[in-house]
């Protein structure tokens, strides 16, 4: 088989990495992809939400599926051209990834078919959400209603931060049209988790659970980012908690957006926090996050290109998951200024080594390449995934591998998974 992965990013190289084990597939594309992925795929110089090209070239090609890493393509309604040339794409329709693409839509949804979430209110008018916030006070959390890059949703610590981020989305319109609406919602307290579910608009098969760090400093401190790392699986998301994620969240999200004339298909992940009365919904994606693929790939037992044949053909109910009974850590190396403005061109040095590491895997994000070197090329520039026995051991492998990469300004978290140490130590008394 011929398959096309669409996207740049860290969580696309891990993709390619997975779907080029199959032994079904004879070989992968990626567009427009990195300069790491060139040796497991066939980078083609098509940007992500170029969908005329993209279906042109699958076309061309004979792929016999593409996959879609980043949300903008599916949002614009990718999906929907390739089915109308018969080509098999795996994600969800324009009107099913409103789930991602409007925070008011899918805060509606979850209203209206009581899946649990923070109490909100949506706002167009500068007066009433500021006479809002002002009665509700701080912590509270402010969210652009359309995509924003990651950086649309404010979780304001304090009053004149929710302040100012409603004079930003709906005044200074920081993000154009995105910002037009905004959504006010409950700050939540409680642990937060990633949950993905393959789904081909029936059944759902959920992934491990996996733990993202979006503030940029150690002890989630600073800015948000897009995610500085990632743990699979959280040990705190025990069976019977994966079971009510499935029943309260996952399934009836799949059964409300077909109720809605939206029928979902792809991967649906649910961002979540644990709250004391059980989980909540934070929001929801229409794809696989970033970095939480790149660590839950590596455990994936089962063929990937399998499951997602299975979805694109309705036939789901066919699969058995089966996962490594391993730990596995996704530190992010970023630019210095990252999630603010940063420098592009540096060298990056040691990468050769990492890749003779054993149970460690390399994920190019951000990087481009020339004569031969690896050159820094965007704000999140590797994903480096180590695998262990236990969390433990896979912190270990991780941070040993990270030790020996360098670049100028290169900056990372020194705790990812510290926090799931901290709750196995708690569960083993
Ligand atoms: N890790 C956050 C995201 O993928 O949206």
Redesign the pocket.
């Known amino acids: 088989m011929k398959i096309l992965v669409i996207g740049s990013g860290g969580r696309e190289h891990a993709l390619v990495w997975k779907i080029a084990q199959s032994p079904r597939v004879e070989k992968v594309f990626a567009a427009p992809g990195n300069g790491g992925m060139g040796q497991l795929a066939e980078c083609v110089a098509i940007q992500s939400k170029d969908i005329s090209s993209l279906v042109d070239f699958a076309e061309k090609n004979q792929i016999d599926l593409t996959v879609v890493g980043p949300e903008l393509p599916l949002t614009l309604g990718i999906v929907h051209e390739f089915e109308k040339r018969g080509l098999n794409i795996f994600g969800p329709s324009e009107k099913s990834s409103e789930i991602e693409g409007s925070k008011v839509f899918a805060k509606g949804l979850m209203e209206k078919y009581n899946i649990p979430t923070g109490e909100f209110k949506t706002f167009t008018d500068r007066e009433r959400a500021i006479g809002y916030i002002q009665e509700r006070g701080a912590p509270i959390v402010i969210k652009a209603n359309g995509l924003a890059a ?1 950086k649309g949703v404010i979780v304001a610590k304090e009053l004149d931060t929710a302040l100012k981020a409603v004079e930003d989305f709906l005044v200074k319109r920081v993000f154009g049209y995105a910002g037009r609406e905004i959504v006010v919602e409950e700050y939540l307290e409680g642990e937060e988790a ?1 949950v993905f579910a393959f789904t081909d608009g029936e059944g759902i098969l959920s992934t491990l659970p996996a733990q ?1 760090h ?1 503030p940029i400093y150690d002890g989630d401190q600073g800015p948000n980012t ?2 500085m790392g ?1 743990y699979a699986p959280a040990p705190y998301l025990d069976d019977l908690m994966l079971k009510r994620i499935e029943e309260e969240i996952l399934k009836p999200a799949i059964f409300c957006l077909a109720e809605e004339g939206r029928p979902y298909k792809g991967v649906l ?1 649910a ?1 979540l926090i644990i709250a004391e009365e059980g989980p909540k919904v934070l929001e929801f ?1 229409c794809r696989f ?4 693929t790149q660590a839950i790939l590596p455990l994936l037992e089962t063929d990937l290109v399998e499951i997602m044949i299975a979805v694109c053909e309705g036939r789901l109910h066919q699969i058995n998951l089966q996962w490594s009974n391993r730990s596995a850590v996704c530190v992010v190396l970023a630019s210095k200024g990252y999630p603010g403005s940063y420098e592009k061109g540096k060298v990056i040095q040691g990468l050769e080594e990492v890749q003779k590491m054993k149970d460690v895997s390399l994920f190019h994000a951000g990087t481009r390449t020339e004569d031969h070197k690896f050159f820094t090329h965007g704000g999140r520039v590797l994903g480096v995934t180590g695998v262990g026995v236990d969390l433990e051991e896979a912190i270990q492998n991780s941070y040993s591998a990270v030790e020996k990469i360098h670049f100028e300004g290169m900056v990372y978290r020194r705790d990812i998974g510290a926090k799931g140490l901290l709750t196995l130590s708690k569960l083993n008394g």
């Open positions: 990651g990633s993202d979006k897009g995610g990632a992940y961002g994606n996050g970033d970095p939480e």
